[in-house]
T-cell receptor
């Protein structure tokens, strides 16, 4: 069965630094991978989608990479701000194409 | 103009009771989902409906029964509630069912269920 792992449960960084979050998956090659942000007490909010034929995607201070050889996606937030503090979830479509499988998330804390 | 709304936001109830959670989306999406997020924050798909038709029924006890009266609504009824049902339940919708091109999911605010 497909597995998706986000290696760090928590990541603490200083304001202005770049945060890098990791998402690894096993057992098959998804057509795309998505990243969501979840704030406490709220539902996840979609941030970025990257397809298997794309190496990199950017949106403002966010950058996502997708390495299908390593079976890994990296999510970067440059010039991080305290407002970026949240839990970030990666998700990919299961092999049957019927559902998104979510990682357990990495909680990012940006201190000023 | 809430895109995906759920009621109630909080639900505290006794073991053995039956309860329902309602979900509505005003995005014109064809597909709706129920997810469960447990105390460890793990978000897991429970059900998926596409145009009122059940697509996914993951390994969920049959005490949980989704109902979709129309494609804008997906309700979740839970019978004989157990302590282990305590979690946050999220409704979500997407324009169409999952495809190789990728479908963004829009989540509701969640319903926090506590079974005592």
């Amino acid at each position: 069965s497909q597995k998706i792992e986000q290696n760090s449960e928590a990541l603490n960084i200083q304001e202005g630094k770049t945060a890098t979050l990791t998402c690894n998956y096993t057992n098959y090659s998804p057509a795309y991978l998505q990243w969501y942000r979840q704030d406490p007490g709220r539902g996840p909010v979609f941030l970025l989608l990257i397809r298997e034929n794309e190496k990199e995607k950017r949106k403002e201070r966010l950058k996502v990479t997708f390495d299908t050889t390593l079976k890994q996606s990296l999510f970067h937030i440059t010039a991080s701000q305290p407002a970026d503090s949240a839990t970030y979830l990666c998700a990919l479509r299961n092999q049957a194409g019927t559902a998104l499988i979510f990682g357990k998330g990495t909680t990012l804390s940006v201190s000023s | 103009d809430t895109a995906v709304s759920q009621t109630p936001k909080y639900l505290v109830t006794q073991m053995g009771n039956d309860k329902s959670i309602k979900c509505e989306q005003n995005l014109g999406h064809d597909t709706m989902y129920w997810y469960k997020q447990d105390s460890k924050k793990f978000l897991k798909i429970m059900f998926s409906y596409n145009n009122k038709e059940l697509i996914i029924n993951e390994t969920v006890p049959n005490r949980f029964s989704p109902k979709s009266p129309d494609k804008a609504h997906l309700n979740l009824h839970i019978n004989s509630l157990e302590l282990g049902d305590s979690a946050v339940y999220f409704c979500a919708s997407s324009l169409a069912h999952l495809s190789t091109s990728g479908e963004t999911q829009y989540f509701g605010p969640g319903t926090r269920l506590l079974v005592l």
